[in-house]
């Protein structure tokens, strides 16, 4: 929030034009958070940020992504406002990201602005259901693994441990079932009562033929939502996470040598925009500069 507008102009120097890109924590906003997050200005104020550098540099382009509940909220709504006042045209709505061959049912909010002239993302590339990418197309072809194991060639390529009970619980799961699928012995008991009852999208498993659920900074955990692998007694790798994010199949995310831990690279994979969506608004970036690039003022 300290962030000095000079400071940014300076790494966006030495262009034609100048786009600022920017993502404020999703968390306060998100469906997963709500009830749990109250206001705390260095996460809720960073949009506002955000909004302050771009009236201070005035960059020909800007673009956001957040989760597509941020459009409710007054602090979206200001910023806005404030590119607005600045003389941006502004386009923002959903994205449904397997119409753009994510293989992934992930709805984000993209915001895209220019002073340039009216600016909007491409046409989806894979619009009908017949077309989207499914988790058999993507992960369908690493090697098969036992919970807890890793593949010697990819290290990765890893799976978190199950109790006793999550192995029996994976073992009665169907692709595309819940836990009320399961015998009574193994249902949870906060899945017993009446609140738990709302909450039937955990301890899945995946289906092969569809896009998977969205993926989380917990996506490495079977009870944590539907990240049971389709037909392997196991949750998903966080390899096999990283590619239903889109990342290349050889992406590190570590050093080489480093400790693997689940939860920080669990928070890589699930927290980042999925490389395919950062391709959709570059490619919708520099079409629309193809088309209005000589009107910059």
Request: contains cysteine; aromatic residues 8%.
């Given at each position: 929030m300290t962030l000095s507008a000079d400071f940014v102009a300076d790494h966006l120097s030495g262009g034609s034009y100048r786009l600022l890109a920017g993502c404020a924590p999703c968390q306060p906003f998100s469906n997963y958070s709500r009830g749990r997050y109250t206001y705390e200005?260095?996460?809720?104020?960073?949009?506002?940020?955000?909004?302050?550098l771009v009236m201070e540099i005035r960059p020909e382009l800007v673009t956001m992504e957040n989760v597509f509940q941020l459009k409710n909220h007054k602090v979206f709504k200001k910023f806005q406002s404030t590119l607005t006042e600045q003389g941006y045209y502004v386009w923002f709505d959903h994205i449904d990201c397997h119409?753009?061959?994510?293989?992934?049912?992930?709805?984000?909010?993209?915001?895209?602005?220019?002073?340039?002239?009216?600016i909007m993302p491409i046409a989806a590339t894979h619009p009908s259901k017949?077309?989207?990418?499914?988790?058999?197309?993507?992960?369908?072809?690493?090697?098969?693994?036992?919970?807890?194991?890793?593949?010697?060639?990819?290290?990765?390529?890893?799976?978190?441990?199950?109790?006793?009970?999550?192995?029996?619980?994976?073992?009665?799961s169907k692709p595309g079932g819940t836990w009320r699928d399961w015998p009574e012995q193994l249902i949870a008991e906060c899945h017993k009562r009446t609140t738990g009852k709302t909450y039937?999208?955990?301890?899945?498993?995946?289906?092969?033929?569809?896009?998977?659920?969205?993926?989380?900074?917990?996506?490495?955990?079977?009870?944590?939502g539907r990240f049971g692998h389709p037909q392997q007694d196991r949750a998903i790798s966080l390899r096999e996470?990283?590619?239903?994010?889109?990342?290349?199949?050889?992406?590190?995310?570590?050093?080489?040598?480093?400790?693997?831990?689940?939860?920080?690279?669990?928070?890589?994979?699930?927290?980042?925009?999925?490389?395919?969506?950062?391709?959709?608004i570059g490619q919708s970036i520099l079409r629309h500069v193809e088309k209005f690039g000589s009107s910059v003022h």
């Open positions: 200005p260095n996460k809720w104020g960073l949009l506002n940020a955000f909004g302050r119409h753009y061959g994510l293989p992934q049912t992930r709805r984000r909010l993209v915001l895209l602005a220019s002073r340039l002239g009216p017949v077309d989207w990418k499914t988790v058999r197309q993507t992960i369908e072809e690493l090697p098969p693994l036992a919970a807890g194991e890793a593949a010697s060639i990819d290290r990765l390529h890893v799976s978190s441990t199950l109790t006793e009970i999550n192995m029996k619980r994976i073992r009665a039937p999208g955990v301890y899945g498993r995946m289906e092969w033929d569809t896009p998977s659920p969205t993926i989380t900074t917990q996506c490495f955990g079977f009870g944590n996470a990283a590619m239903l994010q889109s990342f290349d199949r050889e992406y590190a995310f570590i050093e080489e040598g480093q400790k693997i831990n689940f939860k920080g690279i669990g928070r890589l994979i699930g927290n980042a925009v999925p490389v395919r969506l950062g391709e959709v």
